[in-house]
């Protein structure tokens, strides 16, 4: 059993961690826009989105966001923050599920991944810097907070102007508010 005292390289593992959480949080706040986007009880975007991939999660925003927002400047915004997080996504698992070695070599710690593909087994190693390690931890610290400010500049506008706006035909012909308390008004 190894101790964290014994572990070779403590900085490392840090890292990783931290890289972990942040992906982790980074799922959070995209799950949090679309809770945003479905309406105004958090608990429902909370039971939608729990336990989704961040693929999954990704594509919902994707079609929650062109469905209620249809502006596109704004679908551009998403996009580009969408195509960041699918990168950051790949990076975290380039990075976790590789196996790392107790070894350094010239300042650089060493990953490495195996893989069968058609032309058979293959073995790779990855030299990879502290300073690597950094970027993706501020990469994906940046990436939340575009995250968060996208939500202020584009959903929370989008859920007042809908608020204020006239009720509309809902599901089964009542007519709704959305995002308002006491949804269901009357039955037409």
Request: glycine share 6%.
């Amino acid at each position: 059993m190894t101790s964290k005292d014994t572990l070779p390289h403590p900085e490392l593992s840090a890292a990783l961690g931290h890289i972990v959480r942040l992906c982790s949080n980074l799922e959070g706040v995209i799950s949090i826009l679309i809770g945003n986007l479905i309406g105004p009880d958090r608990q429902i975007g909370e039971i939608v989105t729990s336990g989704l991939s961040f693929n999954s999660l990704s594509a919902l925003l994707n079609a929650l966001f062109r469905y209620r927002v249809p502006d596109s400047q704004s679908m551009s915004d998403l996009e580009r923050l969408l195509r960041r997080a699918e990168a950051c996504e790949r990076r975290r698992n380039q990075l976790i599920h590789a196996a790392w070695t107790n070894f350094e070599k010239e300042g650089f710690y060493i990953r490495m991944k195996s893989s069968k593909r058609s032309t058979g087994f293959r073995k790779d190693q990855e030299l990879v810097s502290q300073s690597n390690l950094d970027d993706a931890i501020e990469d994906t610290d940046k990436l939340i907070t575009d995250f968060a400010s996208f939500l202020i500049k584009h959903v929370i506008p989008y859920r007042s102007t809908q608020a204020r706006s006239k009720k509309f035909q809902g599901h089964r012909g009542k007519l709704i508010r959305p995002f308002g308390n006491n949804a269901l008004r009357k039955r037409m």
